[in-house]
């Protein structure tokens, strides 16, 4: 599977957009790129995931470039709940390993 | 609904001791899966069940780790023996369809210390 780089950590102000990349430049034509995030103490929460059209739900939006070598992930109005640490991960089609990685750390500051 | 459970939350094993952590998945999620977490560090794979059947155990760690599922649902990861390096967060997944076709739920895991 491709591997993802994302940054260390990223603070946000309350209340403004959070956008957090993620490149995985040797992702595959069949790979999907997954969000999670784990709040302090709990186990990761599934966001959202893509494989090249962009996509929205009530949680994010996910931005997936045309030559899907990098994505970004945007909380559009960042609350103090949503820091915490988010996964990109990129996944084969048929695959039954999630590989995490580090993450980036948001912290939301009021 | 009732998410992903696990138990004990905590366990504190003296090093050589046997440990049992449940893992109560969502009802009629057929696939299971166990993830150790490192302080600091993102969860690691472990091992799959697609109902009762382990169908991959490449990332435990050991011998000494050991997980089943015997009637497709609860599950259980023993670690027998158990040794300082053991010390992590134990997380448990289910989803309701074959592999990572449909994004995971995880419980909020085991927090293992081993003294």
């Known amino acids: 599977d491709a591997k993802t780089t994302q940054p260390t950590s990223m603070d946000c102000a309350e209340g403004r957009a959070a956008n957090l990349p993620c490149n995985h430049s040797t992702i595959s034509g069949n790979e999907y790129v997954y969000w999670y995030r784990q709040i302090h103490s709990q186990g990761p929460q599934y966001i959202i995931h893509?494989?090249?059209n962009n996509e929205t739900n009530e949680m994010a939006s996910l931005i997936i470039t045309e030559d899907r070598k990098s994505s970004t992930l945007i909380l559009p109005h960042a609350t103090l709940r949503d820091t915490a640490v988010y996964y990109c991960?990129?996944?084969?089609?048929?695959?039954?390993?999630?590989?995490f990685g580090t993450g980036t750390r948001l912290t939301v500051i009021p | 609904g009732a998410g992903v459970s696990q138990s004990p939350r905590y366990k504190v094993a003296k090093r050589g001791q046997d440990v049992a952590l449940r893992c109560d998945p969502i009802?009629?999620?057929?696939?299971l899966f166990w993830y150790q977490q490192a302080l600091g560090q993102g969860p690691e794979f472990l091992t799959y069940f697609q109902n009762e059947a382990q169908l991959d155990k490449s990332g435990l760690p050991s011998d000494r780790f050991f997980a089943e599922r015997p009637e497709g649902s609860v599950s259980t990861l023993k670690i027998q023996r158990t040794q300082q390096e053991d010390s992590a967060v134990y997380l448990c997944?289910?989803?309701?369809?074959?592999?990572?076709?449909?994004?995971?739920?995880f419980g909020n895991g085991t927090r293992l210390t081993v003294t």
């Open positions: 997944a289910s989803s309701p369809r074959a592999g990572l076709n449909s994004p995971l739920h």
């Open positions: 991960i990129v996944l084969k089609d048929g695959a039954n390993n999630l590989f």
């Open positions: 009802s009629g999620h057929v696939s």
């Open positions: 893509g494989l090249k």
